[in-house]
């Protein structure tokens, strides 16, 4: 089953920019989070490409790396 979550995760196009773009940023800890995976998984569910994402640091130092 998780195997299959990440395949769907990595069906929607801005996940995978994400993903295989991450390594450049060179942050210290970084995460995908449960938006990106929910709306993923509403997609594959309706067929549809919805993306909405809502972006948060933890402290000013990420934010800083980030923008």
């Given at each position: 089953?998780?195997?299959?979550?990440?395949?769907?995760?990595?069906?929607?196009?801005?996940?995978?920019?994400?993903l295989s773009r991450a390594a450049q940023l060179e942050l210290e800890d970084w995460w995908l989070t449960a938006g990106c995976i929910a709306q993923s998984v509403w997609n594959f569910a309706c067929e549809r490409d919805i993306y909405s994402v809502n972006r948060f640091w933890l402290s000013e130092d990420s934010k800083q790396a980030t923008l």
């Open positions: 089953m998780e195997h299959h979550l990440v395949q769907v995760v990595r069906k929607n196009r801005w996940n995978e920019l994400i």
